[in-house]
RNA sequence: GUGGGUGUAGCUCAGUCGGCAGAGCACCAGGUUGUGGCCCUGGGGGUCAUGGGUUCAAGUCCCAUCACUCACCCCA
């Protein structure tokens, strides 16, 4: 039999029903603070990720699944949002109405890593990024709005972390003294780090092995470096994070792995999920709609890891599911015949509904109705149908009541609406 | 790409020294002729991941492959 491919997974219910609930409470939460639903493709051309991710990127150097199209072209299953959203930004020119934008988008993304827990190469996120709008206030307003989020799922235990990258301005100047201090104490890194120093020394500082954090432990943080407006965004998003009591703590070692993050950078971690920690992840990108060949907009954005955050909705609550209000019982072929058409008036009228056609006992149908969790069973059979009465049974009371059957779908209707039985 | 762990019923797993393939749960039926959950009785269900090797005999030992899984790298 042919099985799925490696990385890949199906999602089933009952767990689909998580997924609906945490997409739903997103787009509800996210309209609320403006923003509005896009839908761009999964298929774009590579070079719009490696323009935009950076060529020396592990996402782009190994990770992406990339194949010729037509003529010249290579596609790539997107990797990431935030560069499919910017070129939709750009290509539809939606900045000349209102350079001020606001997006969210949920959906598929790609990368051809090695699996492990909280890692699929078939992964969910849901992305938020606007556009036009360079005040700290809607850093902080980002940061308050996933937080809020995972407050409305109920999810606890969550940290936000928060750095600053500087920009064009300041950061070559740390980067160079950060590459030059460990220059001078290669010996004391790992292999992975000394990699790493000449293609993002900034990766230095996160390295989770005892000797390079030893090795980084006085080197100069890229808050010291910030030129003066840096600096005065990244207070301005704290003190404002501060008076909505929105609880942060300043990483140093906070360093995003693609390229064109600037300024604000943030994480939200959880201890739950193993070695993959990070649940939500954005930070500000002034300088990536004018790389991609737009106006000079800034722009922020987050993108949110649904498969862990599903993760931990289902640690939370096991129990999503709920069964049929109504299980009809039908027992004979005369009771079967009325039962295929009050089953579909019901369903259609707004009712959960189930029936059981299989002709079996009526006690294996009470067994398959229990199970389902059905709120109540329709009995029906040829005494009731003599008697022109169906019997419902409420299956937590235990008790009965006949229903008329000339009005069987409206009764039951109202009587379930209300919750009667 | 690198390293560790695991592959036996739908699920979770036992299987001793190499000697008839097992349990619990789930499923089906009956006990109760038309009433679920608890209980009792019975039943169906297996390419022991795949391929090869050793052996009179392999779920068990050896080799290879594949899959899953955790971790590294990196990221959501």
Request: glycine fraction near 6%.
């Amino acid at each position: 039999m042919i099985q799925l491919v490696r990385g890949f997974r199906d999602i089933l219910p009952p767990e689909t029903s998580v997924w609906q609930y945490v997409e739903s409470i997103a787009k509800e939460h996210f309209e609320n603070f403006g923003f509005r639903e896009m839908r761009p493709p999964v298929l774009e051309q590579a070079a719009l990720f490696q323009r935009s991710i950076g060529e020396h990127t592990d996402i782009v150097e190994k990770e992406m699944y990339t194949f010729a199209g037509s003529k010249d072209t290579m596609l790539t299953l997107r990797p990431e949002a935030t560069a499919s959203v910017v070129r939709a930004y750009i290509q539809h020119k939606l900045y000349s109405v209102d350079p001020i934008c606001k997006f969210y988008t949920i959906g598929p993304m790609f990368r051809k890593e090695r699996p492990q827990k909280g890692r699929y190469r078939q992964f969910h996120q849901i992305n938020a990024e606007v556009f036009g709008v360079d005040s700290p206030y809607m850093d902080a307003q980002l940061i308050f709005m996933l937080m809020t989020y995972f407050a409305r799922l109920s999810i606890t235990g969550l940290r936000a972390h928060l750095n600053s990258l500087g920009c064009p301005e300041c950061r070559p100047a740390f980067r160079q003294n950060l590459s030059d201090m460990l220059s001078a104490r290669t010996e004391k890194l790992c292999e992975d780090c000394v990699r790493r120093l000449d293609k993002n020394p900034l990766r230095v500082l996160d390295c989770k092995k005892e000797s390079c954090r030893e090795a980084v432990a006085d080197a100069p943080s890229m808050i010291d470096f910030l030129c003066g407006d840096c600096k005065r965004h990244f207070a301005a998003v704290q003190s404002v994070l501060d008076r909505m009591d929105v609880p942060f703590e300043i990483d140093t070692g906070l360093v995003r792995g693609l390229d064109y993050y600037t300024r604000t950078a943030f994480e939200i971690q959880t201890e739950e999920l193993g070695a993959q920690n990070a649940v939500a992840g954005g930070g500000r990108y002034d300088n990536l709609v004018e790389m991609l060949g737009g106006p000079s907009q800034p722009a922020i954005g987050f993108a949110v890891g649904v498969d862990r955050l599903v993760e931990l909705v289902e640690a939370k609550f096991p129990a999503f599911d709920a069964g049929p209000d109504v299980f009809f019982v039908p027992m004979g072929d005369a009771a079967m015949e009325m039962v295929a058409q009050w089953v579909c008036r019901l369903a259609d009228a707004g009712i959960r509904t189930e029936a059981d056609f299989s002709g079996r006992s009526l006690k294996a149908l009470m067994r398959r109705a229990d199970r389902m969790e059905a709120k109540n069973v329709l009995i029906v059979g040829d005494k009731e149908i003599a008697e022109n009465e169906a019997v419902l049974r409420n299956m937590k009371t235990r008790d009965q009541v006949g229903v008329p059957m000339d009005r069987l779908v409206d009764t039951v209707r109202e009587k379930v609406a209300r919750e009667e039985f």
